[in-house]
């Protein structure tokens, strides 16, 4: 893993290997997560933005589209992005949104456009060296006072392959740390699923505001 991380190429190839998975495997994952309820992060996300609505949305690694088909049957602009083509065709014909085709690690995102993004289960697949980057892409497309929205897989800091997928499992204060040095300010974070046990919530969700213009940006006292 150690050499992976150490260049470009190396991450380029994680990257690849992960989109792989996902090429090889995308009706099979549509038909095991179509039916997923994630209203909770959904309310979360449109509920912290305080722009009027509608809003302009990206579902960054959306999948084949629930969660755009949603946000579009809501009134909102929802546009989609993954890496994976199979998905990108899927998301587009699922719900009738614009869908671009963009690796994380190479985003090219128009400035200040998005008033929300949707990360819902994608950004744990960023090996935590490349972070910072696909973090400070996604802060300067999102309008000042806009939100970003988390959800990943919660762990002890520590990252790899499982399987054929990469994914890093951060903590709270490790994951606020990559949040606030990409120029975020934080608002709230939860675990999933709901009314469980944390040992029973592998989910860690979070809210990020991108602050205004010559906002003072301070990190309130939000313990994990």
């Known amino acids: 893993m150690g050499k992976e991380l150490d260049n470009r190429d190396g991450l380029d190839a994680i990257m690849r290997r992960t989109l792989a998975h996902y090429e090889r495997n995308a009706r099979q994952f549509f038909a095991g997560t179509i039916d997923h309820d994630v209203s909770q992060n959904v309310a979360a996300l449109l509920g912290a933005i305080e722009a009027p609505a509608p809003f302009t949305l990206l579902d960054l690694g959306c999948g084949p589209g629930r969660d755009l088909k949603t946000f579009s049957a809501l009134g909102h602009r ?31 995102l128009p400035p200040a456009l998005f008033d929300g993004v949707f990360a819902n289960a994608s950004l744990f697949h960023v090996p935590s060296a490349a972070l910072p980057g696909v973090l400070a892409a996604l802060h300067g497309a999102i309008k000042p006072g806009g939100v970003l929205f988390s959800s990943n897989p919660r762990g002890h800091n520590e990252e790899g392959w499982n399987g054929p ?16 040095a990409a120029g975020f300010v934080p608002l709230r974070h939860y675990y999933r699923p709901e009314g469980l046990p944390r040992e029973q919530q592998p989910w860690l969700a979070s809210l990020w505001r991108k602050p205004n213009v010559n906002e003072r940006t301070e990190v ?5």
């Not at 671009?100 to 090219?108: R, T, V």
């Not at 709270?172 to 949040?179: F, Q």
């Open 78 to 108: 929802a546009i989609g992005l993954d890496g994976s083509g199979e998905f990108v065709a899927m998301a587009h014909a699922y719900s009738g949104c614009e869908v671009w085709q963009q690796d994380f690690l190479h985003l090219e």
């Open 165 to 180: 997928r990469y994914g890093s499992y951060h903590d709270y204060p490790s994951w606020e740390r990559y949040l606030v």
């Open 220 to 224: 309130p006292n939000n313990p994990a």
